[in-house]
């Protein structure tokens, strides 16, 4: 089993930046796709960036040259930085991992565990 906690969601205006923080405990030897991805009300849950074990990111078109994937430097930490927010960014983001025999990005379907989620609210 693997654990996943995010942190560092809040409000921000448009403009600004917020930096998320997913912390994995647990079986995370297997784990090699890590990836964000956020619902909007009303919306369904997208895929915002992933990275793998070997950290090569993918970013969703919408977030390219705003917001960078990385992994901290003890590898179960992946954080999510998030500059230049605009309000359609509003969501919640969910931290997610999973073991996939390949590691290719995007992953075509989302690894089997989730964090709680937390809010981004970008005012305008």
């Known amino acids: 089993q693997v654990q996943l906690v995010e942190s560092g969601g809040g409000l921000v205006q448009a403009g600004g930046s917020l930096r998320l923080s997913c912390a994995a405990s647990?079986?995370?030897?297997?784990?090699?796709?890590m990836g964000w991805y956020r619902q909007a009300p009303g919306k369904q849950r997208e895929l915002v960036a992933g990275v793998t074990s070997d950290r090569d990111t993918s970013y969703t078109d919408s977030v390219k040259g705003r917001f960078t994937i990385s992994y901290g430097s003890a590898k179960n930490t992946v954080y999510l930085q998030m500059n230049s927010l605009k309000p359609e960014d509003t969501a919640v983001y969910y931290c997610?991992?999973?073991?996939?025999?390949?590691?290719?990005?995007?992953?075509?379907?989302?690894?089997?565990?989730w964090g709680q989620g937390t809010q981004v609210t970008v005012s305008a």
């Open positions: 647990g079986s995370i030897s297997s784990i090699n796709v």
């Open positions: 997610n991992a999973g073991s996939f025999s390949k590691p290719i990005l995007p992953p075509t379907r989302p690894g089997g565990y």
